[in-house]
């Protein structure tokens, strides 16, 4: 429910601050019970959980989307949030270029990425040069950035936070080797899991 788009329809800033799709979502409501329970699920999800995902929201749609609409956080400015990849030039004015690319496009519409090749699988330099350049949408581009950026925090946090904790259970699973017949690696262990899997025989080394 996009009330600020109700309130004032043909206001394009208006519909940009107050759209769920292709905007940044403001004073929008949702009666949809699947979409809430999804990202906050107040049975499930623990509050810090909640918290972190409003952020993230906050984040990308109240900052980095209008940074990229208003500011100089992207070049491109059509199609901020889509998943297609999106095409620069002004619709086809000829029955030629019509006919080469399947569909007009203009500015921000999808680009015909399938008739940039042949029957023969090469490449087609006249549709290019029709449509000219490809862009991505804002969002996907800073998305594939952050998930880039998560695999080296993982990394970094493996390194500085959690290289005690791999050091420790790799000694615990060498002296458990070395000790063969004793009991299984579950007893090194008190939290629950590992005392409920005592009850169970360990799974072979060669295994």
């Given at each position: 429910?996009?009330?600020?788009?109700?309130?004032?329809?043909?206001?394009?800033?208006?519909?940009?601050?107050?759209?769920?799709?292709?905007?940044?979502?403001?004073?929008?409501?949702?009666?949809?019970?699947?979409?809430?329970?999804?990202?906050?699920?107040?049975?499930?999800?623990?509050?810090?959980?909640?918290?972190?995902?409003?952020?993230?929201?906050?984040?990308?749609?109240?900052?980095?989307?209008?940074?990229?609409?208003?500011?100089?956080?992207?070049?491109?400015?059509?199609?901020?949030?889509?998943?297609?990849?999106?095409?620069?030039?002004?619709?086809?004015?000829?029955?030629?270029?019509?006919?080469?690319?399947?569909?007009?496009?203009?500015?921000?519409?999808?680009?015909?990425?399938?008739?940039?090749?042949g029957s023969?699988?090469?490449?087609?330099?006249?549709?290019?040069?029709?449509?000219?350049?490809?862009?991505?949408?804002?969002?996907?581009?800073?998305?594939?950035?952050?998930?880039?950026?998560?695999?080296?925090?993982a990394i970094?946090?493996?390194?500085?936070?959690?290289?005690?904790?791999?050091?420790?259970?790799?000694?615990?699973?060498?002296?458990?080797?070395?000790?063969?017949?004793?009991?299984?690696?579950?007893?090194?262990?008190?939290?629950?899991?590992?005392?409920?899997?005592?009850?169970?025989?360990?799974?072979?080394?060669?295994?």
């Open positions: 429910m996009a009330f600020l788009c109700w309130v004032a329809p043909h206001n394009a800033v208006a519909n940009f601050i107050g759209s769920g799709a292709g905007g940044m979502g403001f004073m929008n409501l949702s009666f949809d019970w699947s979409a809430i329970s999804n990202t906050y699920n107040l049975f499930l999800t623990p509050w810090w959980t909640q918290v972190i995902v409003f952020v993230a929201f906050v984040i990308n749609c109240w900052i980095l989307i209008p940074a990229a609409k208003w500011g100089n956080l992207g070049s491109y400015k059509h199609g901020l949030m889509v998943n297609r990849l999106l095409t620069s030039k002004p619709a086809c004015k000829t029955t030629r270029c019509a006919t080469l690319i399947g569909l007009a496009t203009e500015n921000g519409t999808e680009y015909p990425v399938t008739k940039l090749l023969d699988m090469s490449f087609n330099q006249t549709v290019y040069d029709e449509n000219g350049s490809i862009y991505a949408g804002t969002q996907i581009l800073w998305g594939m950035f952050f998930d880039y950026a998560a695999y080296t925090s970094s946090w493996s390194l500085f936070f959690g290289f005690s904790k791999m050091k420790s259970t790799c000694a615990k699973m060498k002296a458990r080797r070395a000790t063969k017949g004793s009991k299984s690696i579950n007893f090194q262990y008190t939290d629950q899991l590992n005392v409920l899997q005592r009850a169970y025989p360990e799974v072979p080394w060669w295994w």
